[in-house]
């Protein structure tokens, strides 16, 4: 709990959509392998920077909530809030989402050499 926000949900959730976004990556890798097409691997790059950019767009949204939990907690003073760094499994989801977008553009872009 970060200011009285669970954020429990929040992190099972993102948690389940960058492995599905592995997931993703590891069925396409297999398929490619077993069929013809060569571009379904390629294809899956797009997939995992979609997957991606949600659990960042989510991210943010839960970060502006955070903010405004703070703004209240300091009493709407402007300028003063009180600082909010999101727990360690929280910034581990977020770098793990911006190296899935890096990843995923390779993948995207040079998965088909």
């Not at 959509?17 to 490619?32: E, Q, R």
């Not at 960042?56 to 003073?77: C, M, P, T, W, Y």
Request: without cysteine.
């Amino acid at each position: 709990m970060l200011l009285g926000i669970n954020l429990l949900k929040p992190t099972i959730i993102d948690t389940a959509i960058l492995l599905f976004a592995v997931g993703t990556v590891a069925v396409s890798l297999y398929l490619t392998s077993q069929f013809p097409d060569k571009n379904l691997f390629e294809r899956s790059g797009s997939l995992v920077v979609l997957f991606a950019v949600i659990v960042e767009f989510r991210n943010f949204n839960l970060q502006q909530h955070i903010n405004d939990k703070a703004a209240v907690s300091s009493g709407g003073l402007i300028g003063i809030l009180i600082p909010t760094k999101q727990p360690r499994i929280r910034q581990f989801i977020i770098y793990t989402a911006h190296m899935f977008i890096i990843i995923g553009t390779v993948i995207w872009g040079y998965g088909g050499i």
